[in-house]
């Protein structure tokens, strides 16, 4: 009998995280402590570090729907899967893998989080809040120049990974722009991991710290306007991606009153001006996403 | 002549009637006068008027030119419209970020069309981006419709066009430059609708604007006016009304005039813009008529409405000084009104006063340039919007703007006023003093408008923050003051005393606030007012003018008669005006000084002791680096040094000052060394700068840190040498956690550091040693012996590694152990060397024992072959005897006895002489074989020589199969095809053999790993020799599974082998190599093919004896 190691490393996981997790809460126990605790990292216009941002915005209304105060409790994108879990964890390919315990400090990860194949062995995604997809950058003194678009996301995709022969690119460990997700090792190029913040990335190919960087969407929209003739997009380096609100798997409650939320404020509208507020650009690239349906 | 007499009664009888008729009527003629030169006048003022105000709306439209002009521009220099350029520049494409770039822009557009409005209408009803071809990138609305727009056939500054006339509007357009390249354009259009409701609405009459002399709006469509008369209006130059004819119009059938309507055409020009405006005003409506029909009327009716007449003139007359009276009014207050308007500006400007001006129905506020100045913006750099204007208000303070604000705009209070925080461009608070009020409200009350002013109020609130801290600090100081201090004002009362009074005295506060200031000392009353007055002493005493009196004595008197001597300074204190208010007089207690100075004194002496007794060398020195003092221990180390330098003391202490010199200038804080004799003293000095009494300005120590630069040199050399220590380094704390490791630790473990320290050594740890070993290892070390041994560790990768291992235990100076060093050599490689070189010795060994066996062998089969024959041949004539014995039998008359008879069954006599001759023939093959495998195998492993002999290499080969038979002759068969003319070679034979052996043996074991087997499934070994020119070549093939093309260029390397550990050396094919390159000058090559076999091509160069006499 062939054995599914994916599906047993996930009934695994599962049942360890659901016992180890003594100060994980649920729906139930939120309430009665009165708070929600919501981690994230400042990142794009996701979570942007002066107390505002999209995600704080959401979850903040979301704190007020279920009757419980909100507080904002930051993290790194090395430790913010660790502190909803009460595990240390990390990617391997696309499984995860547990290396030791760490204290549980929130009950929800909203801050731009990419649905990845690993995350979703370790967290519950909800609905996608956000789409997404990861570009190359370069500076504007880069000899590379964009890729003329086909009409074909793939064949897009091949043009911009020809542009890295030779080339190095930065990218982050354990997110959306983790270079081995997008396979660049199997292609001649030099990779480089950076240690900063994913906001970071951009300041850093400007001062020519590598030859390319990758970004997503959201974090370049909010690049291309702060730093305007600074960086060049490149072209496409992945498919379009979904961000979504990450949950434990042993809190059920909190997810569903968050999918019964998150209808609601797609039905109001109150998402669509919070997104429009603060990525005014994403409908032109993503006309259908924000379409309630 | 009655009749007639009659009428000239008649007529003289109404002479006086008359009279009167006449001078009424020459009355009224003069008021007909006097009204129709009254109503010209009116009519040219009336003119005039119409003219100002047109003049009025001409500029206000030339104020909302140039602030469209502003919009235009900021936005074509606008970060999101030069950032797209920019973008665009760089290649980028729409579906790749550019598009986020324009919907920045349209975003802009958006926002700024929204907030640019005339009341409730939006003034621009497109703004667009166009590129340098007049394409539109970013249209606000969105107007799928427009695709392209004419632009200005070259960049320059802003200029002012206008679009066709179907689209009814005026267009604004800016250039928008990049690195001084024309990049685009900026393009916002204005309807004329818009433009003339709002600032043209309330003119009566036809508009028509020309710009450049092209018509290119009228107010009413159907009147259109001729050419030739825009022609005759554009030739005018004067502002003078001047008169146009209802001929003057296209079709006057379609006008709405009658046939002889008038008109009065005012004119105005927007140089700058090339534009001009006309207004035809009918001429009716300027200057009344109706003087002229009075006038005929009045000539008509003269004579029978006088009084009817007169009546409408009185009336008309008050009518028109009515009007003249209002004309006037209203000209003075305009004036009283532009005059009031001057002398605000002029006291806003003066007062440097921000004005806001608030149209509350659009939320649009209006800013001056002193209220953007007052917040660090230059005019335009802020929308206008209130949101804007609340949003820089200080969060804590706005809840407080709203309520007063809410509280005014109901109608609750007369003004708004508040004082609140704005955030200025820089990001810092300023405070204002907001002040304004609701000037226009709408029927139901509702605000419609406000004005309001803003006095920057932040340097007062400083001053007052600072007055309020001062006097904070000021109050603290006196109440905190640890000595007597007491404020006695110009009345020589006590104003304020402090906490040290009251207790010294023994007062409370209150008992002596307002007392007066002689009551508190026990001196005489004249001589206390004297002092607490010498701010009022003559111009002559030697008091006056002093600020300061130091060191006055006097006696302080307590509540309960007590005399304390003190010494006061005294200071006069002044108000902001400079008038002298009093005097603050500080105290202390001289008896308490007095008590202290003792104790300096002795602390002076247990300093001064223990200067001396410090370990550390002192010395004291002033400015000019002469030395004040030095301590016993400075001492000390000059004299050590001078004794083994040799030199004198003063001169060594002379060459520390300079050093000293030279360094105190660059830092407080160094080491320096002193170098003689090939000896160097190395010190560090600390110098501190001190204020002492005398001349003493720095206080240096200093140590003589020699032992331990040299400690510290010997440690780097040790670090150094571990770093980079050839075999791995680890050292671990007492828990078994590594705490360092060295580069080769690195290397050999395949972790980095940071991966090692930190971890346990159980990281390391291979399953394969012996769990006993590690208890055996950690008792000796933990007993704090030394463990030295083999074990078996892992990599990262999981590669075992043998690895000889010593752990020593590291104690501290109490002799606890504190951690253990563990230092490893990989011996792996080491350890399969040896176990093939033990097989090579052995393989030699019983080389050597096989030549002795072979010799030992060869005696007896010598004998013994030399009996087999000899019984062969003595069988045959045995035979010979034996037939004849036989055939003597059959001769009658002899008889066997029965014995014999019986004896001679038994033995089968006739199968014996059958099978005893092929037992013989078959023993001597065998003993043959024998004999030639031992001379094989004693020729073969004769021991070697270095000499060269010449030999025949076939002879060589067979000799060779023979001995290696049993290596190949379970799985193969050997096939030679040997060149029979195949010349002597000159070669060391037992290289030869040696290398031919292997070759064979090699062949033999790759057809054994293919699975073959004799007889069934034989492989082949195939060995030929060839005469090649100077060369003999032998080639030796196999029908094994060929060699890998990866390991083609390593076959001939030594120990390389791909036979598992234990059955092959992975020397044979190198010795093979070395036997024939090295020792011959020859070759050895070989051509493989996978699954089929290989050929190994070994030649051998040809030297004939003579060249070679010397070698054999």
Redesign the interface.
Same mark, same amino acid.
């Given at each position: 009998m062939k054995i599914n190691t994916a599906g047993v490393v996930l009934f695994f996981l599962t049942g360890f995280l659901a016992l180890s997790c003594a100060e994980a809460r649920d729906l139930g126990e939120i309430q009665k402590e009165g708070v929600l605790r919501h981690l994230g990292v400042p990142y794009a216009n996701f979570v942007t570090g002066d107390g505002g941002g999209l995600d704080v915005e959401v979850m903040q209304l979301f704190a007020r729907e279920i009757g419980v105060e909100y507080r904002y409790v930051e993290t790194s994108w090395a430790t913010v899967v660790n502190d909803l879990l009460g595990k240390q964890v990390g990617a391997d390919g696309n499984n995860v893998k547990i290396t030791g315990d760490a204290p549980v400090r929130g009950d929800v990860i909203a801050n731009g989080m990419t649905i990845l194949p690993w995350r979703q062995k370790a967290l519950d995604f909800s609905a996608p809040t956000f789409p997404t997809q990861v570009w190359l950058i370069t500076g504007p003194a880069s000899s590379l120049t964009p890729i003329v678009p086909s009409g074909f996301i793939e064949d897009d995709i091949v043009a911009t990974k020809k542009l890295l022969t030779g080339k190095s690119v930065l990218g982050k460990n354990n997110t959306c722009l983790d270079p081995s997700l997008y396979f660049l090792e199997d292609i001649n190029t030099a990779i480089s991991l950076f240690e900063g913040g994913l906001s970071e990335l951009a300041p850093a190919i400007m001062q020519g710290k590598a030859d390319t960087t990758l970004l997503d969407v959201p974090d370049a929209l909010v690049a291309l306007a702060r730093w305007p003739g600074q960086i060049k997009v490149l072209g496409p380096i992945s498919v379009e991606q979904q961000m979504a609100v990450g949950f434990r798997k042993d809190s059920p409650a909190l997810q569903e009153a968050f999918a019964v939320f998150y209808r609601k404020i797609q039905m109001d509208g109150s998402y669509h001006a919070l997104v429009s507020k603060y990525y005014p650009e994403v409908f032109d690239y993503y006309p259908d996403f924000f379409t309630v349906k | 002549m009655q009749r007639q007499g009659i009428e000239i009664r008649s007529i003289f009888g109404r002479t006086p009637q008359l009279l009167v008729f006449f001078c009424i009527t020459a009355l009224i003629c003069g008021l007909l006068v006097i009204n129709y030169l009254s109503q010209r006048s009116l009519q040219q003022a009336n003119i005039y008027r119409f003219q100002q105000n047109f003049q009025k709306s001409t500029a206000s439209i030339a104020y909302f030119f140039s602030e469209r002009e502003n919009d235009i521009t900021n936005l074509a220099i606008s970060?999101?419209v030069? !950032?797209?350029f &920019? *973008?665009r *520049?760089? !290649?980028? &494409?729409?579906?790749? !970020?550019?598009? &986020?770039?324009l *919907?920045?822009i349209t975003?802009l557009f958006k926002h700024r069309t929204a907030s640019a409005r005339m009341g409730e209408e939006f003034i621009y009803s497109h703004l667009s981006l166009l590129d340098i071809d007049g394409k539109i990138l970013s249209r606000w609305p969105i107007d799928e419709t427009a695709d392209c727009q004419k632009v200005p056939e070259a960049g320059g500054p802003l200029t002012v066009a206008v679009t066709s006339e179907s689209f009814g509007c005026i267009t604004f357009i800016a250039p928008v430059f990049l690195h001084d390249k024309l990049q685009g354009y900026i393009q916002g259009d204005v309807s004329f609708d818009t433009l003339t409701s709002y600032l043209l609405g309330d003119t009566p009459g036809l508009l028509f604007i020309t710009i450049a002399g092209r018509l290119v709006f009228q107010s009413q469509p159907e009147t259109t006016i001729l050419p030739a008369a825009l022609e005759r209006l554009g030739r005018t130059d004067t502002v003078w009304p001047v008169e146009l004819n209802r001929d003057d119009f296209v079709d006057p059938a379609t006008a709405t005039y009658a046939q002889k309507t008038a008109f009065t055409l005012f004119f105005s020009s927007l140089a700058k813009y090339k534009i001009n405006l006309y207004l035809a005003e009918e001429s009716s409506t300027i200057s009344r008529r109706q003087f002229r029909l009075l006038f005929m009327a009045g000539l008509g009716v003269l004579s029978a409405a006088v009084l009817l007449g007169s009546g409408a003139i009185l009336r008309a007359n008050t009518r028109n000084v009515i009007l003249e009276t209002s004309l006037f009014e209203a000209g003075r207050r305009e004036k009283a009104v532009a005059e009031k308007v001057e002398e605000l500006e002029l006291i806003i400007d003066g007062a440097r006063l921000g004005t806001w001006n608030w149209d509350i129905v659009s939320g649009q506020v209006l800013f001056n340039e002193r209220w953007m100045a007052m917040l660090g913006y230059d005019p335009g750099q802020l929308d206008t919007h209130v949101d804007t204007y609340t949003n820089l208000v200080h969060p804590d303070d706005l809840e407080a703007v709203r309520k007063n604000l809410r509280a005014h705009l109901k109608g609750e209070t007369a003004v708004y006023s508040v004082e609140h925080r704005l955030r200025h461009k820089s990001g810092k608070w300023i405070w204002v003093l907001d002040a304004g009020k609701v000037l226009r409200r709408d029927q139901t009350g509702r605000p419609l408008r406000a004005l309001g002013i803003q006095l920057n109020l932040t340097e007062q609130k400083e001053a007052q923050q600072f007055l309020g801290k001062a006097k904070e600090e000021s109050d603290a100081i006196i109440r905190n003051f640890l000595d007597s201090l007491i404020v006695v004002d110009e009345d020589l009362t006590v104003s304020r005393v402090n906490q040290a009074t009251c207790q010294l005295l023994g007062y409370s506060e209150e008992e002596l606030l307002g007392q007066p200031v002689t009551m508190l000392f026990d001196d005489p009353v004249e001589l206390v007012r004297g002092i607490f007055s010498f701010y009022a002493v003559p111009d002559s005493d030697p008091l006056a003018g002093r600020a300061v009196l130091r060191n006055v004595d006097l006696s302080y008197r307590s509540k309960d008669g007590g005399n304390l001597p003190m010494s006061f300074n005294i200071s006069r204190l002044q108000d902001d005006a400079g008038k002298i208010t009093g005097v603050v007089a500080g105290a202390k207690d001289i008896s308490r000084l007095m008590a202290v100075l003792d104790k300096v004194a002795q602390q002076k002496n247990y300093i001064e002791k223990l200067f001396d007794v410090l370990p550390t060398g002192l010395l004291a020195i002033d400015s000019s680096m002469e030395i004040i003092k030095t301590n016993k221990a400075f001492s000390g180390i000059m004299q050590n040094w001078a004794k083994q330098f040799q030199v004198t003391e003063s001169s060594l202490t002379g060459e520390l000052l300079d050093k000293l010199k030279k360094a105190l200038g660059e830092t407080m804080e160094h080491d320096f060394a002193l170098t003689h004799n090939g000896l160097t003293a190395y010190l560090q000095y600390n110098a501190t700068p001190i204020q002492f009494p005398g001349d003493i300005e720095r206080v240096v120590s200093l140590r003589d840190i020699t032992d331990r630069r040299k400690a510290e040199t010997a440690r780097i050399l040790l670090a150094t040498v571990i770093e980079q220590f050839a075999d791995a380094v680890i050292i671990t704390g007492t828990d078994g956690v590594i705490r360092y490791v060295n580069p080769a630790a690195i290397r050999a473990s395949g972790y980095s550091r940071r991966e090692l320290l930190g971890q346990k050594t159980a990281i390391l740890k291979s399953n394969q040693t012996d769990p006993t070993l590690f208890k055996e290892l950690w008792q000796t070390i933990t007993g704090g012996h030394v463990w030295f041994g083999r074990m078996k560790s892992k990599k990262k990768d999981d590669t075992p590694v043998e690895e000889d291992v010593t752990i020593s235990p590291v104690r501290n100076e109490e002799g606890d152990i504190t951690n253990y060093v563990a230092i490893k050599r990989d011996v792996t490689k080491i350890d399969l060397l040896q176990k093939q070189l033990l097989k090579a010795q052995k393989m030699e060994t019983i080389g050597q024992l096989a030549a002795g066996i072979a010799h030992e062998i060869n005696t007896p089969m010598q004998y013994v072959q030399n009996n087999v024959t000899f019984l062969g041949r003595v069988f045959e004539d045995i035979s010979v005897l034996v037939r004849d014995y036989r055939q003597l039998l059959q001769t009658p008359g002899i008889k066997l006895s029965d014995e014999a008879v019986k004896h001679l069954a038994e033995i089968d006599l006739d199968f014996l002489m059958a099978e005893i001759p092929q037992s013989v023939f078959e023993t001597h093959g065998g003993i043959n074989r024998v004999v030639k495998i031992v001379a094989a195998l004693k020729e073969f492993s004769h021991p070697g020589s270095q000499a060269k002999t010449l030999i025949d290499v076939n002879h060589t080969i067979e000799n060779t199969i023979t001995v290696s038979r049993n290596e190949w002759k379970y799985v193969a068969e050997v096939v030679t095809d040997f060149d029979p003319e195949l010349p002597l070679v000159c070669c060391q034979p037992d290289q030869l053999s040696q290398a031919l052996l292997n070759l064979i043996v090699n062949s033999g074991q790759a057809i054994a790993e293919t699975g073959a087997s004799v007889p069934d499934n034989p492989g082949r070994i195939g060995i030929s020799t060839r005469h090649r020119g100077d060369f003999v070549e032998i080639r030796v093939s196999d029908s094994g599974g060929g060699i890998p093309e990866e390991i083609h260029n390593r076959i001939f390397d030594p120990f390389f082998t791909t036979k598992e550990v234990g059955k092959g050396t992975g020397q044979g094919l190198s010795i093979a190599h070395a036997a024939v390159v090295q020792k011959h000058g020859g070759s050895l090559d070989f051509i493989s093919e996978p699954g089929k076999g290989t050929t190994f091509i070994l030649r051998l160069p040809i030297k004939t004896i003579e060249n070679n006499k010397g070698l054999v």
């Open positions: - | 970060k999101p030069t !950032g797209f &920019s *973008n *520049n760089l !290649g980028m &494409s729409m579906t790749y !970020g550019l598009r &986020s770039s *919907n920045s975003q």
